[in-house]
Structure formats: C-alpha cells, structure tokens
C-alpha cells in the first residue's frame, strides 16, 4: 500500500527544488484528477513554482485545452502520445519549464473509452526544455479512489526525483 507521507515528503523536495533552481511547473490531470498540482502547492512558497494546471477527466476537456484531437482519435486517450500532448499543451500554455501529463484507468474500465481503458493502466509524461519522457505503469489494484491517485502521484514523483534539477 502506498506510504502517503513519504509522497507527501517527496512532493515538498521536488517543490524546494523547483522553488531553489527557480524553475515553474504545471499538469494537465486525468486519473489523478489535481493530486499532483494538490501535493506541489502544500508546501508553503509553492506559488513560485506552481504555474497552474487542468484537470481533464474528459476528452474533450483534454482537446479544449490543447491536446489534439487527432492524437486521441488515433492513439486513444490512454496513450504514451495522449499523456506527452498533454504535458506539452499545459506547459506551452502556462510558460513552465516543465509540464506533467497522465492519464489511465483506475478501479473501473471507462465507458467513454470502453475500447481502451484498461483498469490500472497509466501512461504519464515528464516534459522539459529539451527533454521529453513518457512512462507505461501498471498500477496494483488500490483500497479506495483516493489511493490510486496518490499511488500515481508516488509514480510520478519518483521519476522527477531522477532528473535534473532534483538530483
């Protein structure tokens, strides 16, 4: 089970990191739904880092800010290419120096996106200047919906925690 403080601990570093190397970053948010933008603004002084970010449960919450609906209709909004469209769309769109995208299916398949929507799959992106990552996890089945989202944000933060500037 996901050990809540140590992602909590993991978020203020990145964030005293962010705020140190004066960098900004921001998310565009589908499964986890803002736990990412939530865990980088509870550390106090955040507002230097944190641009701002979206919450796109939908598709067409993702296409209205910025990802392209060609990507979804050929990939599907559970993709490598849908998570770094979104990351990329957030980051062009608040001027950060780096963007977070994710998206997946958590507990139940989505009958939005019967087709694609395997439960405990996510895709997430990591995108900066020069440099773009994009992450496959299979998430283990979690107790309750709040769990997922924090074991995803667990996820996420230890990849940034491998990259320049939070090494």
Do not use: H
């Not at 990145?14 to 190397?21: A, D, G, P």
């Not at 970010?53 to 598709?59: G, K, L, R």
């Not at 209205?64 to 609906?69: E, I, L």
């Amino acid at each position: 089970m996901t050990d809540i403080l140590a992602v909590r601990e993991k978020y203020k570093e990145i964030t005293r990191k962010l705020i140190e190397n004066q960098m900004t970053v921001t998310a565009m948010e589908s499964c986890t739904a803002g736990q990412v933008a939530s865990l980088i603004t509870d550390t106090e002084g955040s507002s230097a880092a944190f641009r701002g970010s979206y919450v796109t449960y939908s598709n067409e919450a993702k296409i209205k800010c910025g990802v392209p609906k060609e990507t979804i209709d050929k990939y599907s909004v559970y993709s490598a290419q849908t998570a770094i469209a979104m990351a990329r769309a957030a980051r062009d769109a608040f001027q950060a120096d780096i963007g977070i995208g994710v998206t997946g299916t958590m507990g139940n398949v989505d009958p939005e996106n019967s087709v694609s929507s395997i439960p405990g799959q996510v895709w997430f992106a990591i995108c900066m200047e020069e440099l773009e990552m994009v992450y496959f996890k299979n998430v283990e089945p979690q107790p309750s919906r709040s769990m997922y989202k924090m074991e995803v944000a667990g996820l996420i933060a230890d990849e940034l925690l491998k990259l320049s500037p939070f090494v």
